[in-house]
């Protein structure tokens, strides 16, 4: 079987397709797109037609940076006859039982798989657990082919490093992680990705290795979190600011800077699940990860109660107090809103009875109210009780206090949960993470 070579890339003689147009499928396909034609195919129709209009409904890509890149958009699969590399982006969820959902996997391995040639090679790039690309894709790959793998078509894995909002880490200045089903398709995988990646490749032993690598990353990173989340409520207790801490501690060299925070989103609150459902499978119990998962979990829960606790300080009942709630994307300065804990926290407040307004500049509203029910207000009308900036987007890091004293009783409470306000004389009672 002669292979493909990234010549035939680059010449057009055979060309790539991205399947799954989202945070990362989208950015992917742009970045080749702008070198060599690309295949674009996502199942929702909804995405597909605002991106033949040149809009990317999660925000992550200019119209002028679609414009650049010569992606044929398509929701219908025929699309995929003409491609020879497939790079699936799909995404990697878990149920309400915090178990892995490899649905979208599946279904678009067999979509792939109807349309596989011999020759054709498919990366996953999807964050998944060790040996799920060669335990669970594969065979549905085989299977709706009838070709064999690694003597018909290949395959290979290289996660994906991406990350929203972000202008500096981008695809293209990060060091990108292949791993192929022969020491081959490594290669080949190395000087693909290496047409749009200019930080470097590197080359993972094994497909399980580059698949482990991405989970952990994700996983140490809650588990940091996590950690700080831990130190938070125990500082609380001692009247000190973790903040404060965390400044201090981070002057010595190997002190690893983290900061506590509601960790939601479609990766780091997910992706460490993925792994425990393995090693669950394989009889061990993960300790420390699922702990530092629930600590990061109920942290809702936590601010919640220390926020009723802080309006009855004031002489506040939260039964009708009047609550505003500023940012509900997972992160600052994205607008996915996917798992946001901030959803929690203002549901656990009403559950004391407090009447409570949400705003978020950035995130779609409607998207907002699809998914959650919520209606956000665009201005915040007449004085609150309490206000809790929840997420740290970069209008709410300019403003200032009297930007407050116009929303905020006097006596009332000041919630900032990333501490962006915290080096402000700040004329509330005042409370950080
Ligand atoms: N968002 C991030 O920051 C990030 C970073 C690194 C890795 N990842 C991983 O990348 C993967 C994708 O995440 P995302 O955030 O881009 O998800 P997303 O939901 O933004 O995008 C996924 C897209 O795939 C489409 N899709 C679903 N099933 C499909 C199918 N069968 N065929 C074709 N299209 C299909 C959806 O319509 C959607 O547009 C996940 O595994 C995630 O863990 C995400």
Same mark, same amino acid.
């Given at each position: 079987?002669?292979?493909?070579?990234?010549?035939?890339?680059?010449?057009?003689?055979?060309?790539?397709?991205?399947?799954?147009?989202?945070?990362?499928?989208?950015?992917?396909?742009?970045?080749?797109?702008?070198?060599?034609?690309?295949?674009?195919?996502?199942?929702?129709?909804?995405?597909?037609?605002? *991106?033949?209009?040149?809009?990317?409904?999660?925000?992550?890509?200019?119209?002028?940076?679609?414009?650049?890149?010569?992606?044929?958009?398509?929701?219908?699969?025929?699309?995929?006859?003409?491609?020879?590399?497939?790079?699936?982006?799909?995404?990697?969820?878990?149920?309400?039982?915090?178990?892995?959902?490899?649905?979208?996997?599946?279904?678009?391995?067999?979509?792939?798989?109807?349309?596989?040639?011999?020759?054709?090679?498919?990366?996953?790039?999807?964050?998944?657990?060790?040996?799920?690309?060669?335990?669970?894709?594969?065979?549905? *790959?085989?299977?709706?082919?009838?070709?064999?793998?690694?003597?018909?078509?290949?395959?290979?894995?290289?996660?994906?490093?991406?990350n929203?909002g972000d202008?500096?880490?981008?695809?293209?200045?990060?060091?990108?992680?292949?791993?192929?089903?022969?020491?081959?398709?490594?290669?080949?995988?190395?000087?693909?990705?290496?047409?749009?990646?200019?930080?470097?490749?590197?080359?993972?032993?094994?497909?399980?290795?580059?698949?482990?690598?991405?989970?952990?990353?994700?996983?140490?990173r809650?588990?940091n979190i996590a950690l700080m989340n831990e130190l938070s409520i125990?500082f609380d207790?001692?009247?000190?600011n973790t903040y404060d801490v965390i400044d201090?501690?981070s002057?010595?060299?190997?002190?690893?800077k983290f900061t506590p925070g509601l960790v939601g989103g479609?990766?780091i609150g997910?992706?460490?699940?993925?792994?425990?459902?393995?090693?669950?499978?394989?009889?061990?119990?993960?300790?420390?990860?699922?702990?530092?998962?629930?600590?990061n979990?109920?942290m809702p829960?936590h601010v919640a109660?220390r926020a009723?606790?802080?309006?009855?300080?004031?002489?506040?009942?939260?039964?009708?107090?009047?609550?505003l709630v500023m940012g509900v994307t997972f992160k600052e300065n994205v607008?996915d809103i996917?798992?946001s804990k901030v959803?929690d926290l203002i549901?656990?407040?009403?559950?004391?009875?407090?009447?409570?307004?949400v705003m978020d500049l950035i995130a779609?509203?409607?998207?907002?109210?699809?998914?959650?029910?919520?209606?956000?207000?665009?201005?915040?009308?007449?004085?609150?009780?309490m206000v809790i900036v929840a997420v740290a987007h970069n209008q709410y890091k300019q403003l200032d206090m009297?930007y407050f004293?116009?929303?905020?009783?006097?006596?009332?409470v000041l919630i900032d949960l990333k501490g962006i306000y915290r080096k402000q004389?700040i004329?509330f009672?005042y409370w950080t993470l």
């Amino acid at each position: 079987m002669s292979q493909i070579s990234v010549d035939d890339i680059l010449s057009g003689k055979k060309k790539i397709a991205v399947i799954g147009l989202g945070y990362v499928g989208l950015p992917v396909a742009v970045a080749f797109g702008k070198q060599i034609p690309v295949i674009g195919y996502d199942i929702s129709k909804r995405k597909i037609d605002l *991106l033949k209009q040149g809009i990317d409904p999660a925000g992550e890509v200019s119209s002028e940076e679609l414009k650049k890149a010569a992606i044929e958009f398509s929701h219908d699969s025929e699309v995929l006859a003409d491609a020879s590399v497939y790079i699936v982006t799909v995404p990697t969820p878990v149920d309400s039982h915090k178990v892995p959902d490899l649905g979208p996997l599946k279904n678009a391995s067999q979509t792939i798989g109807k349309y596989l040639k011999p020759g054709d090679i498919v990366v996953y790039e999807s964050t998944v657990f060790p040996g799920c690309t060669e335990e669970i894709c594969v065979p549905i *790959l085989e299977r709706t082919s009838g070709l064999k793998a690694n003597i018909d078509f290949f395959y290979g894995y290289s996660p994906e490093r991406i990350n929203p909002g972000d202008n500096v880490h981008t695809l293209e200045n990060v060091i990108k992680v292949v791993s192929g089903s022969t020491p081959e398709i490594t290669d080949f995988l190395a000087d693909l990705y290496g047409i749009v990646v200019k930080a470097g490749i590197h080359k993972a032993p094994s497909i399980k290795v580059a698949e482990a690598a991405k989970v952990i990353e994700n996983t140490q990173r809650d588990l940091n979190i996590a950690l700080m989340n831990e130190l938070s409520i125990i500082f609380d207790r001692m009247n000190i600011n973790t903040y404060d801490v965390i400044d201090a501690a981070s002057t010595k060299w190997n002190f690893i800077k983290f900061t506590p925070g509601l960790v939601g989103g479609h990766c780091i609150g997910v992706d460490p699940y993925y792994l425990t459902y393995k090693a669950q499978q394989l009889g061990y119990n993960p300790q420390v990860i699922l702990s530092g998962r629930r600590i990061n979990d109920e942290m809702p829960l936590h601010v919640a109660s220390r926020a009723i606790q802080m309006l009855a300080e004031k002489g506040i009942s939260a039964l009708g107090s009047r609550i505003l709630v500023m940012g509900v994307t997972f992160k600052e300065n994205v607008k996915d809103i996917r798992n946001s804990k901030v959803f929690d926290l203002i549901r656990e407040l009403r559950n004391y009875g407090a009447h409570v307004d949400v705003m978020d500049l950035i995130a779609d509203p409607e998207e907002v109210k699809r998914i959650y029910g919520e209606t956000l207000i665009s201005e915040p009308e007449g004085k609150f009780d309490m206000v809790i900036v929840a997420v740290a987007h970069n209008q709410y890091k300019q403003l200032d206090m009297d930007y407050f004293k116009n929303i905020l009783h006097d006596n009332g409470v000041l919630i900032d949960l990333k501490g962006i306000y915290r080096k402000q004389e700040i004329p509330f009672r005042y409370w950080t993470l």
